[in-house]
């Protein structure tokens, strides 16, 4: 596949993970709007905190480093051994779904039973979901590798639809399940998104299409384990990558959830501020993960594909290396004016949001603050998903194996300081420490950026260079919104708010046009690559 072609789907996927991601988020966001209304802040924190990490850390110990290595490099290969493979993240999965589960039962704080039943359903629940989800992950890793758009936009869309549905059922009549409601919530969707994938399969695999295609699967018995005569089982490369990423991704997901470990392992908060907690976090986040996750993932495959892994500038054949540079340059550049963005306007009213959102609960509190940090915050994960990205596509395992040193000096460092940091400031001092563990992550992958290019005439890290008059205009935006919270907000009645709220609209117009006539590359490679298929689509 050429590497326009590969350019042109990535962003495909990339603009539609996008606006999958916005439906999750304005979906849980929404959910836990509904939900306080029923439900205790503490069912609400065991739910988004303790049993969501359970969840998420076997998921993700179990399948993360085998996704990162089965998606390197191009979809011509071996793909029995690749799906063999990828069969053992299931067996991986049970042993920390019981392992885990173990200790979520039996070593850490068990919540009131008056205030929050059915605990221990709710473990083997969640802990079950991850086995389930991972019986699907050879189907989603071939349909990511072939660039399979809709059927992802449309599994992931389903499951969600259905989770939420049945929640909200169960919470309006029988909120005194507590957990169960959730846990079953949990098994649909799951179940629905697995079902999904091995429906399309078994339509897809043996049609014109697939024959058009060449597709590298001919039948579903193929995408079960299965020897292969006089040959190993699986790819011993692969296999040695996935272990390498496998160290690393161990010591990604302590860096990644490393606030709700500290939550769960050392009850630095109660189950009621962890829940809180939980609902600013999905605030902070909803505008800038639905965005930046969906770029990371796609464009890492972006750069997989183009670039090969291991070879240094000069071996890469040159017309994919001034594209890489040129795709790196730009995406820097773009969620780096997203990032600083949020972190202006997100200053002067995460008060009102907060306010509009869940009332005096939320905003007299720490929450108008939790979320300011949290407006800075995602200025770090901005830059460093993208970086990341980059680097880890590039990354020859003996690279990945010297980073995971790294990693593990970082993650004791981040544990000790979102310690420290939760006992002198609170919830605050988790994002505190966040920023801190991303800006280390993106120092070091702007060095390896820096060093694999110096040999090249291309210079990609310019994308972290904004133009100082759009500088300009961003600190008087700030000044501005940052004097109208001061004077309108937020309880001074709703003409007030309106004031304030028509104060940020003008400064964000400002910043957009600005955007405009100062980033003219950015705003074609936007126009040319991510909006291209809508427009043609409304034509």
């Known amino acids: 596949m050429a590497s326009q072609d590969v350019l042109s789907q990535t962003t495909r996927l990339a603009s539609s993970s996008a606006l999958l991601q916005v439906l999750f988020r304005v979906v849980t966001f929404g959910l836990n709007a509904f939900t306080l209304r029923y439900l205790s802040r503490e069912l609400i924190g065991v739910v988004n905190v303790r ?194 990423f496998f160290k690393q991704s161990f010591l990604k997901q302590i860096l990644t959830e490393g606030e709700r470990y500290v939550m769960t392992f050392l009850n630095v908060l109660n189950f009621g501020d962890q829940g809180v907690y939980d609902i600013v976090n999905n605030l902070g986040s909803l505008v800038a993960r639905f965005i930046f996750l969906p770029i990371e993932e796609s464009f890492y495959v972006f750069f997989a594909k183009v670039l090969e892994r291991g070879k240094n500038v000069k071996d890469q054949k040159q017309d994919d290396i001034a594209m890489a540079a040129n795709v790196l340059e730009l995406l820097l550049k773009l969620v780096l004016l997203i990032g600083l963005t949020i972190t202006v306007f997100g200053y002067a009213y995460s008060q009102l949001a907060l306010d509009i959102y869940g009332g005096s609960m939320l905003s007299a509190g720490t929450g108008p603050d939790l979320l300011r940090c949290y407006s800075l915050y995602v200025l770090f994960l901005a830059i460093n998903g993208v970086t990341e990205c980059f680097t880890f596509a590039l990354m020859c395992k003996e690279e990945v194996d010297r980073y995971n040193f790294v990693m593990l000096a970082l993650s004791f460092t981040f544990l000790c300081i979102s310690y420290f940091l939760t006992h002198w400031h609170g919830s605050i001092g988790f994002i505190l420490a966040n920023c801190f563990n991303m800006g280390i992550r993106i120092a070091h992958s702007i060095h390896y950026i820096y060093d694999y290019f110096k040999e090249s005439t291309y210079r990609p890290l310019t994308g972290l260079l904004p133009s100082p008059f759009l500088v300009l205009v961003y600190i008087m935006s700030g000044v501005i919104t940052g004097f109208s919270e001061v004077f309108f907000c937020c309880n001074k009645g709703w003409m007030a708010r309106l004031m304030h709220i028509s104060m940020g609209a003008l400064c964000f117009a400002a910043t957009i046009i600005t955007m405009f006539c100062t980033e003219t590359k950015l705003i074609h490679f936007v126009r040319s690559q991510f909006l291209s298929r809508y427009m043609k689509k409304g034509t």
């Open 51 to 244: 049993l969501t990490l359970l969840y998420s850390t076997v998921v993700f110990l179990a399948r993360e480093a085998f996704r990162r290595a089965c998606l390197s490099g191009s979809t011509k290969r071996n793909w029995t051994k690749t799906i063999n493979l990828l069969w053992l993240t299931v067996p991986l999965g049970v042993f920390w779904s019981i392992f885990l589960g173990l200790v979520w039962l039996h070593l850490l704080e068990v919540p009131d039973p008056s205030v929050v039943p059915h605990y221990q359903a709710g473990v083997v629940a969640f802990g079950l979901s991850a086995i389930i989800e991972l019986l699907g992950e050879p189907f989603w890793v071939l349909a990511q590798a072939h660039l399979f758009v809709r059927l992802k936009v449309i599994a992931e869309s389903l499951s969600v639809v259905s989770k939420c549905i049945l929640t909200v059922i169960l919470v309006v009549l029988y909120p005194q399940w507590g957990l169960y409601i959730f846990s079953l919530a949990q098994l649909l969707y799951v179940s629905v998104l697995v079902m999904c994938y091995v429906i399309y399969f078994v339509m897809f695999l043996g049609s014109p299409e697939a024959t058009k295609k060449s597709f590298p699967v001919a039948r579903m018995t193929a995408l079960l384990p299965n020897l292969v005569e006089d040959e190993t089982f699986v790819n011993w490369k692969e296999a040695r990558l996935t272990w390498s």
